[in-house]
């Protein structure tokens, strides 16, 4: 570090390429590179990665809509800000619109010259930023009124009003600013991946003028996937749930010879499966989507009733809730309250004010269903099934 110099034998990687799922394998483009580095190079990249960081936190020179690689802050907090702001919106019968960008292989093309002249405008070190050169020159690789809501490249631009054609007018507006500076500092956007979606109560949205970027059209979606999370107009999150389902039968499928019944894994280790792999794909986002509906609700408490019974081989007449409380996992509802009170119970701790003062007063009633309401929620845990016959309650099915 003394003498501001990263050697040149830590810069070469080793890159695997790893197919993107449902795509054509005889494409380039549709596989994503991975960079296999020195041990030795991390370590060093961790502790430039500390001092910056330090800096920028203790200047505050990071924008406060900026989440990504954030201490304490993940992809659940902005998508909390976006759909509190979007219920926001329904509440006073206002329309929300939403232009979701797409950079062009952000990390891969990012101006060097640029990012250095930027980090030594803010003040940092003339040594940290030599490394930095250093770090960037000569790297090898080898084959093997608006609201912003940034996450790494992940960017999104929302505002509200009850004429949908303000609201586009409004984010045309943005684009032509956002242009500028995308052309200044040499980021490319790709249009046909951008996207525009309102927000709305409404049944019937008059035809709109389309978003251009670019001179080129922005195509008008009726659901986004925004940070893993499939937003629909209305919030119901009704795609987003069925989607949840199915990539968590996925993968139930494929630790089927763990976790299925006949499997003679011990069902402690089974559990442990399904509690680290399976529930979390089943789980992502509660904290935003828990005050969803109890429809919603019981399709997953159906799923998860499914996946227990298999782990502890039990009959089709043990009662779900027993088969629950033998193995201490919680009904969805309950897990639902427990990581949202738990999530909202962190926020006072985090610098972001953005996060810590929401857009509306949780404690004033409302009929609106918004994420800080999944804390109060009453759900029935477990959805009623006619029998034929009584149900015993078996005991010790936990071996």
Known sequence: MQNCYFPKCWKTAVVVPIPKPNSHLSLPQNYRPISL???LSKVFESVLLRRLNQFLDDNNIIISEQFGFRKKLSTNHQLVRVTELIHDGFETSETTGALFLDIAKAFDKIWHDGLLLKLMRLGVSAQLIKILRSYLTSRNFQTRSCHL???????????????????ITRLQHYISQLQLWLTDW????NPNKCACLLF???HYIPPLPSLEIFGQPVPRIFYY????LHLDPKLSFNVHINNAIQKATIASTQLSSLVARWSTLPIKHKILLYKAIIRPVLMYGSQVWGSTSLMNIKKLQVFQNKQLTHIVNAPWYVRRKVIHDDLKIEPISEFIKKTSTRFFNKIPQIRNELLKTPVYDPALPSSRKRPRTAMDAVFVNFPRVKRLRADPTPTNLVV
């Open 37 to 39: 580095l020195s041990c």
């Open 149 to 167: 809501a940034i996450f790494a490249d992940d960017t999104a631009i929302l505002t509200k009003h009850k004429d949908p054609h303000t609201i």
């Open 186 to 189: 040499k980021i490319k956007v």
């Open 200 to 202: 709305t109560r409404k």
């Open 225 to 228: 996937k925004y940070l893993g």
